[in-house]
């Protein structure tokens, strides 16, 4: 690959060969001209990364040439090579616009690493002017952002899925964007004026899920001072979001089965069934089929749910979307707490393509904030390896293990102490010592309905 496309401009014909040959050998690409006139006529026919040019010849001076290339195409950096009675002029110069400017009898080296900086500018500019415009593309198909073959393939079968009105699972990995996907389902569909309405049902008891999702009639219970509509109605028109439907109880399961084969609910404490008109999205972290050989959940609501599907890549999966999402969270986060926006190198891109990412997009948003923030540096070049392999002892790395699985059951039961310790297989108890024991208090949430 080229190191650049270098347009260089000088009347002193010596000067300008040794100069082409120069940068030549060196590996850049050299158009040159000793006429202004013909530079500038040539630059408008084509796409220099860096325009270095003599400040003093005949005709065109190097300054006029520089406000005429701002004008007509101001993201080509312009680099400005002055005699020693010049540099007041350059220096005035850089304040137009210029990028930098190179006095007489300039260091060949000094040169090429001026120029390596301004192609490596431009190039940055041009990529995160690239990325910009697949988000802004994005966020017209529902923003959910990205290039690549997998997520491309998610936006298309969104737009071809949004105006059948056909219940629909997404599945996909924590932190991988379903609710986006289903909310970009909605937004692109025929009921997008209709309200959406979304339900965690890991983090809904069994104890009042009739009550939330199909409502009650007064006095149905004590404490039911007023009659209330649930989420089936109260999403009329629209769409209702069951996330996590994995860990509804399996009783309930049949209930909701019921409601999509009939599209009618019945409130608790009443005997008269209400229709309802709702599109029903649902989401799983995987595609149900060890939960339903372990009697976990139901085959058939499986079946009427997963007419249709939608599977969301891992980020491990896309990783050429990885720095495009970096970027874009960064400057969410910058424009909403007034910081200036950050660039990132493509070394660092590269850096954050080599890691894991558990947490999918979710935690690759938190680091992007975090760095927007100034809170967090990214690593360079060459220190990767060594974050990725610090010098623990073996208990050391077993209890970082052990708090990672138990942090990750928490997030994915809402902290739901109970159904955390059923899905490690461990009794209540012992999970509660070792959360206390492994500083995850916060994490955990404790409910009057949780029995040890």
């Keep these: 690959m080229s190191r650049g496309h270098v347009l260089l401009v000088d009347d002193d014909h010596d000067l300008l060969k040794a100069a082409t040959d120069w940068l030549s050998v060196s590996g850049f690409r050299v158009d040159a001209f000793h006429r202004p006139e013909e530079a500038f006529q040539f630059l408008l026919r084509h796409d220099p990364d860096v325009v270095v040019t003599d400040v003093r010849m005949p005709g065109i001076d190097g300054v006029t040439l520089l406000n005429s290339i701002t004008r007509h195409k101001s993201d080509i950096p312009v680099v400005l090579i002055t005699a020693h009675g010049d540099v007041n002029l350059a220096v005035h110069a850089i304040k137009q616009g210029a990028e930098d400017f190179l006095e007489k009898p300039y260091d060949a080296e000094r040169l ?63 932190g991988t964007g379903k609710e986006l996907v289903a909310r970009a389902l909605h937004q692109q569909s025929r009921r997008s004026a209709g309200p959406f309405v979304a339900v965690n049902c890991a983090a809904l008891p069994e104890s009042i899920f009739e009550s939330e999702i199909f409502g009650h009639a007064k006095g149905a219970f004590t404490g039911a001072v007023t009659e209330r509509e649930g989420k089936f109605e109260h999403a009329g028109g629209g769409t209702l979001f069951l996330d996590e439907i994995e860990s509804m109880p399996v009783p309930l399961q049949a209930k909701i089965l019921r409601v999509l084969q009939e599209r009618t609910i019945e409130r608790l404490g009443e005997n008269r069934l209400r229709p309802v008109d709702v599109r029903v999205v649902a989401a799983a972290k995987s595609n149900l089929s060890v939960d339903i050989e372990a009697g976990r959940f139901r085959e058939d609501l499986f079946y009427r749910l997963a007419t249709v599907d939608i599977r969301i890549p891992a980020l491990r999966q896309r990783r050429g979307d990885i720095g495009l999402l970096f970027m874009h969270f960064a400057n969410l986060a910058a424009r909403r707490y007034g910081r200036p926006e950050r660039t990132i190198s493509p070394e660092a891109t590269s850096l954050l393509e080599q890691r894991a990412w558990r947490g999918n997009v979710r935690e690759l948003k938190a680091v992007a904030e975090r760095f927007a923030l100034g809170l967090e540096e990214l690593p360079a070049p060459g220190e990767a390896e060594v974050a990725e392999k610090p010098s623990l002892s073996l208990p050391q790395r077993l209890a970082a293990f052990e708090t990672d699985i138990i942090s990750e059951a928490l997030s994915r039961h809402a902290g739901n102490i109970s159904r955390a310790a059923a899905s490690l297989g461990v009794p209540v108890r012992t999970l509660n010592e070792k959360v206390s024991r492994r500083g995850l208090d916060g994490l955990r949430k404790r409910r009057a309905d949780e029995r040890e």
């Design 112 to 174: 090429l690493s001026v120029l390596d900086k301004a192609v490596e500018k431009r190039r940055l500019k041009q990529e995160i002017g690239r990325l910009q415009g697949i988000v802004d593309e994005a966020r017209d198909k529902g923003g959910i952002v990205g290039d690549s073959a997998a997520i491309r393939d998610v936006r298309e079968r969104v737009t071809i899925l949004s105006d059948v009105d056909i219940d629909v699972l997404i599945i996909g990995e924590t």
